[in-house]
Nanobody, 126 residues
Framework: QVELVESGGGLVQPGGSLRLSCAVS??????VAWFRQAPGKEREGVSC????????FYADSVKGRFAISGDDSKNTVYLQMSSLKAEDPAVYYC?????????????????????WGKGTQVTVSS
């Protein structure tokens, strides 16, 4: 059974930092993508890690502020978020698939991912 569990969300002040974790079990995955969804908005791609070649991809809105990384020994992918802004609050989800996927494509097509976590809430407020 494939399971993704996000953690690390919470309340942070503008300009602050959070590190989200996505623990993957039941699947030797090809990579993990992070998405977020704010109330009343569509789910949007944030970042993606291609496990095979280690390449990383970011949405323009988070480039230079967020960093994705993975720890194969723990089968966990992290999203380090810095300089958080008022537009960053959302529920953050991680997702993966049992077949290889192109990060550039899945970030714009979240419906293509088969496995999802339940999400973790990120709130930015002073």
């Amino acid at each position: 059974q494939v399971e993704l569990v996000e953690s690390g969300g919470g309340l942070v002040q503008p300009g602050g930092s959070l590190r989200l974790s996505c623990a993957v079990s039941g699947l030797d995955h090809y990579g993990v993508a992070w998405f977020r969804q704010a109330p009343g908005k569509e789910r949007e791609g944030v970042s993606c890690l291609s496990r095979g070649d280690g390449k990383t991809f970011y949405a323009d809105s988070v480039k230079g502020r967020f960093a994705i990384s993975g720890d194969d020994s723990k089968n966990t992918v992290y999203l380090q978020m810095s300089s958080l802004k008022a537009e960053d609050p959302a529920v953050y989800y991680c997702a993966t698939d049992e077949t290889p996927f192109p990060c550039q494509v899945v970030l714009t097509a979240p419906q293509s991912m088969d496995y999802w976590g339940k999400g973790t809430q990120v709130t930015v407020s002073s």
